[in-house]
Nanobody, 121 residues
């Protein structure tokens, strides 16, 4: 069973920065696409950013140019650097991992418990 543990959330003023971290309990990064999702109150969970095992990244339009996803496979950790934060970035941020399968398929999602990011105006 893979466990993902997020850290780094908190309260920040608009325009500020935060870095989220997600540590995996197993050495899975070699074959997993890792990512960050978020869920604001009253809203559905949405993709923020993903990074494949090969380093390909994907970002939501709302965070492009402000957020950067990175990973350290030696530390089994994925990061989300969040800059120029806006009040609308306020949400619970969840770490996600999916195994990459042959022929472009993906396995089940693994989720962390989430970390709250609050951006004040």
């Amino acid at each position: 069973q893979v466990q993902l543990v997020e850290s780094g959330g908190g309260l920040v003023q608009a325009g500020g920065s935060l870095r989220l971290s997600c540590a995996a309990t197993a050495s899975i990064f070699g074959i997993y696409t890792m990512g960050w999702y978020r869920q604001a109150p009253g809203s559905q969970r949405e993709l923020v950013a993903t990074m494949s095992s090969g380093g390909t990244t994907n970002y939501a339009d709302s965070v492009k140019g402000r957020f950067i996803i990175s990973r350290d496979d030696d530390k089994n950790t994925v990061y989300l650097q969040m800059n120029s934060l806006k009040p609308e970035d306020t949400a619970v941020y969840y770490c996600n991992g999916q195994p990459e399968l042959p022929d472009g398929y993906y396995g089940i999602h693994y989720w962390g418990k989430g970390t709250l990011v609050t951006v004040s105006s």
